[in-house]
């Protein structure tokens, strides 16, 4: 693991980037609300179920970003998808700090912690194979009688699907583990 750190630095402190862009956005998106819409989604919270699903969403987005990867228009699409995780993540935090202060911060930070951290490792590694499958995909039509290259584009699609299996399993468990997590936790948002 640590090898693999070492040698996609560059490449994980690029999407560290993306997604510290996104998360900041999030946050000045929240700001620039109207005071109108913070005061409908501070009603939102207090009535708010907190059960993690988005099994769904990843299956599908996961795929989309598989199938279009094949067709080069999956690369900027992968990239953009981190850089909205970002925002999403920013936007809550946002939410949550405005509405509960110091205890919705910690709130927040459990809620990433448990649902969102190992997924966007997830799917910063799922999102390095998208490159290279796009990569992969350019390298077949210049070397189209490469073996090589076409068992590299293989194995990278192949390892999407995995990393898809993964992410639907581990998504499928958060559903039935958060809604005791955040239920004991509920208290700090009160």
Do not use: H, Q
């Amino acid at each position: 693991m640590l090898t693999y750190f070492k040698r996609n630095k560059k490449y994980l402190i690029f999407v560290g980037i993306i997604l510290l862009i996104g998360l900041i956005s999030g946050i000045l998106y929240y700001f620039f609300l109207s005071e109108d819409i913070k005061i409908s989604i501070a009603d939102t919270l207090v009535d708010y179920n907190f059960r993690y699903n988005s099994i769904i969403k990843d299956l599908i987005i996961m795929s989309f970003l598989l199938v279009t990867s094949i067709f080069l228009i999956g690369i900027p699409f992968s990239l953009f998808y981190l850089f909205y995780e970002g925002i999403s993540l920013g936007f809550m935090l946002a939410i949550f700090v405005a509405n509960f202060k110091i205890s919705g911060l910690f709130y927040v930070l459990f809620y990433i912690f448990i649902n969102k951290l190992l997924l966007l490792f997830i799917m910063a590694f799922f999102v390095k194979k998208m490159i290279n499958v796009g990569r992969l995909v350019i390298g077949m039509f210049i070397y189209y009688r490469d073996s090589v290259v076409k068992n590299k584009l293989l194995l990278n699609l192949k390892n999407g699907l995995y990393l898809i299996v993964i992410v639907f399993v581990f998504n499928f468990v958060l559903y039935f583990i958060t809604p005791s997590i955040f239920n004991y936790l509920s208290f700090l948002i009160k």
